[in-house]
């Protein structure tokens, strides 16, 4: 009962996170590329799906929060400790990918085609190794100061 709880929560904030991302970058492309100041939660294709615009922002939002719960779930290999760093890069990187590119299709980021699913994934892998680039130095460095102290002693 306790580990259900435990995920519940995890899946939770994994949700929110994901809808108030979205809400904000969904907010900064609208005050950019719309002159009229029209909010869009998704492309103007994607609006004009719907009836009523906050039918939009609704599937937008569950898109969000699934978005949020791939990433944040995904992101839990990291802590499989009997797995090697190469392993679980591999891992999270198939989890990100193939729960990532389906919502961003539903989303309407991009028209489903060859060329654009082959961009798409040019696009996820350059962002992708830039994330782990970084976090992998962020880890390095903390390793090297744990490692100075350490030898201090």
Known sequence: MKKTVKYLSYAFRFATTGVFIGLVISLIFSYIGNPNSFYYPSTFAFVKKFARPLDAVAVSALLWAL?????????????IR?????????????????????LAI????????????????????????????????????????????????
Do not use: C, D, H
């Not at 060859?114 to 390095?140: C, P, Q, R």
């Open 106 to 153: 539903l989303a309407g980021w991009f028209p489903l085609s060859w060329i654009n699913l082959i961009i798409f994934t040019a696009e996820f892998i350059l962002i992708f190794l830039v994330f782990w680039t970084f976090y992998y130095w962020k880890a390095a460095r903390e390793i090297k100061r744990i490692n100075q102290k350490i030898k201090k002693q």
């Open 67 to 79: 978005i949020g719960l791939v990433f944040g779930f995904g992101s839990m290999v990291y802590s």
């Open 82 to 102: 009997k797995w090697s760093y190469l392993k679980q890069t591999i891992t999270s990187f198939i989890i990100y990918y193939v729960g990532f590119t389906p």
